[in-house]
């Protein structure tokens, strides 16, 4: 499915053959594929260890909500998107590795490990709620990332060695942000470490490709200094990362036992509300994906792929914010009854809803449109519905007197409603599509087939 078993080859290692984990063999590392060969496929390039590590960072997500509800202010969300952004971090440094570096062999397996025990450092600390603990493991995972991912690539693979140095100073600035920890705590200490990571991180592609297209010579043929991106690994990476968090974080909150509660009709709604809601998340990341590799927003043009890139992280982040409130709002109706309100709760919910649907938007129109002129037009209308949806979930901001029963069936609703419009708008482009034009201009689009607009 993923091309796995073809032959490619590159600048550094000709005619080798990806193979499966059977193998144990030391290989040098090379670069999957540079410019010249950028349209060819070498399938995903995941590799194992990297499919446990989202497990990982779905197991922190858990602690962080935990330690949410426990807070349930504004120190709290500030010390859980320190955590997160950190942890994002470490993982996007590993993306842009493993999008252009990716391969199976027994070196790539130790670092893999080693990066894990460092990720599992960073669990802990937050399980344990011990600051110091996740500054350590934070540090020591950037340090290994960079002197190990980034180095070797520096000293191996020639025509990466500019951008394997960036990204290895970059490691190394983020390993000395994350020690302040160590020494300093507090509400103003964490969010000057959150910015600093937030901006040393999310820009760090934007800032290495901006330099490079001012050292870039117009007479060459392919940039001397960037190097393309495996486009499959990152949508399919980004996809394994948001179905981890809709398993773990979002359906979380209807792990509630009814029977332990004082009103446990309501729970069972809240229940199948949860559900309901991870569903319709589910679907509106499917509505905006991209029909085919060629449309993808990394493909089309490397400012979209960055900003593609750059949005993942906080669409993840409203997912794991959505689904932590929700818990929280759960609990309060199970407690409290219809009556209960919680402000913290319902201000959190009402962001992370808008924030998640704007993103969405966003990555929506990232994505080359179908050339089909009878169908273009719908693409502006679903982005109207998305625009809406963000519209509506800050519509309880407004109105302050809404229980949080209320909230949790409103949100649900808007969720629920914005899953229909966009299928009903796939539906319609199907229609459409299957209708055979009569104009010659129009045939030369027409292509049978699911749409998606």
């Known amino acids: ?23 144990w ?37 858990i602690g962080m909500n935990n330690d949410l509800a426990d807070a349930q202010n504004a120190d709290g969300l500030a010390q859980m998107a320190l955590y997160y952004f950190t942890i994002y971090g470490s993982v996007a440094m590993t993306m842009r590795y493993s999008s252009r570096f990716s391969d199976k062999d027994v070196g790539n397996r130790i670092m893999w490990s080693v990066y894990q025990f460092c990720l599992l450092s960073q669990v802990l600390g937050i399980s344990s709620q011990n600051p110091i603990l996740f500054a350590v493991g934070s540090a020591a995972i950037y340090l290994w990332v960079g002197l190990s991912f980034w180095l070797r690539i520096a000293i191996k693979v020639r025509r990466a060695r500019p951008y394997a140095c960036y990204c290895l100073v970059t490691s190394l600035v983020l390993a000395a942000i994350c020690s302040v920890r160590c020494f300093a ?53 980004f996809n394994s990362l948001y179905m981890v968090t809709i398993a773990t974080t979002v359906t979380k909150g209807g792990l509630n036992y009814p029977g332990t509660t004082n009103h446990p009709g309501l729970v069972c709604i809240g229940i199948v509300c949860v559900g309901l809601l991870a569903l319709s998340v589910q679907a509106a990341l499917f509505h905006v994906a991209p029909v085919s590799l060629k449309r993808h927003a990394v493909q089309v043009s490397q400012t979209r792929g960055m900003i593609f ?26 407690q409290d009854g219809p009556q209960a309100r919680t402000a913290f709760s319902k201000t959190v919910c009402c ?66 409603t914005e899953a229909f419009l966009h299928l009903l708008v796939n539906v319609v482009s199907d229609r459409i599509r299957m209708i055979k034009p009569e104009t010659s201009e129009l045939k030369l689009h027409y292509k049978s087939g699911v749409a998606l607009v």
């Open 25 to 61: 063999h030391y290989k040098q590392p090379r670069l999957l594929k540079d410019w010249d060969s950028v349209e060819k496929s070498i399938g995903s390039q995941i590799d194992k260890h990297e499919l446990f590590s989202s497990i990982l960072i779905a197991t922190s997500l």
């Open 185 to 237: 705590q507090g509400n103003i200490v964490c969010l000057v470490l959150l910015a600093g990571i937030m901006l040393v991180s999310i820009l760090c592609e934007p800032v290495f490709n901006l330099a490079s297209w001012c050292l870039e010579d117009d007479e060459d043929d392919h940039p001397r200094l960037d190097l393309p991106i495996n486009t499959v690994y990152i949508q399919n990476r």
């Open 351 to 416: 962001c992370a809803a808008a924030v998640f649907w704007l993103s969405v938007a966003v990555v929506h129109n990232l994505h080359a449109p179908r050339t089909d002129p009878r169908i273009r037009h719908l693409r502006k209308v679903k982005t109207a519905f998305t625009l809406a949806a963000f519209a509506a979930s800050i519509v309880p901001l407004v109105y302050t007197g809404m229980t949080d029963l209320c909230m949790f069936l409103y949100i649900t609703a808007v969720f629920l």
């Open 309 to 334: 890139i750059a949005v993942h992280p906080f669409t993840m982040f409203c997912m794991a914010l959505l689904g932590g409130t929700m818990s929280m709002l759960l609990k309060s109706v199970g």
């Open 1 to 23: 499915m993923w091309a796995e078993e073809q032959t490619w080859e590159s600048l550094d290692m000709p005619g080798r053959h990806p193979t499966e984990y059977g193998t």
